[in-house]
Nanobody
Framework: QVQLVEFGGGLVQAGGSLRLSCAAS?????????????MGWIRQAPGKERERVAA????????SYADSVKGRFTISRDNAKNTVYLQMNSLKPEDTAVYYC????????????????WGQGTQVTVSS
């Protein structure tokens, strides 16, 4: 089963930046490689619903962002390293949440709406 591990969360002041990384094992339980999956970063703040903040296609040629982060966050991936990144700039207190990395269900839908594999999450806290 694919394992996803997030790194890079922490405490930052408003206006600051953080870079999240997500390292994936090479293959999922289906036998497909990490490179086959579209990937997403999903966040959840206390008392709020999960929000997909960014997604990237398996090849990296397409990306999608929530309106709340457009122009501030950038998703990227390095398939040679089985790693997905989320560069977060101009952070706001409302960006405070647990951020999860996830691999899609290989349905081919874009942007991905269903994720089969999830990391354990990393806390991002933005102070005002």
């Amino acid at each position: 089963q694919v394992q996803l591990v997030e790194f890079g969360g922490g405490l930052v002041q408003a206006g600051g930046s953080l870079r999240l990384s997500c390292a994936a094992s090479e293959r999922t339980a289906s036998g497909r490689t990490f490179n086959s999956h579209a990937m997403g970063w999903i966040r959840q703040a206390p008392g709020k619903e999960r929000e997909r903040v960014a997604a990237i296609s398996w090849s990296g040629d397409r990306s999608s962002y929530a309106d709340s982060v457009k122009g501030r966050f950038t998703i990227s991936r390095d398939n040679a390293k089985n790693t997905v990144y989320l560069q977060m700039n101009s952070l706001k207190p409302e960006d405070t949440a647990v951020y999860y990395c996830a691999a899609d269900d290989l349905s081919g839908r874009w942007p991905p709406v269903s994720f089969n594999y999830w990391g354990q999450g990393t806390q991002v806290t933005v102070s005002s």
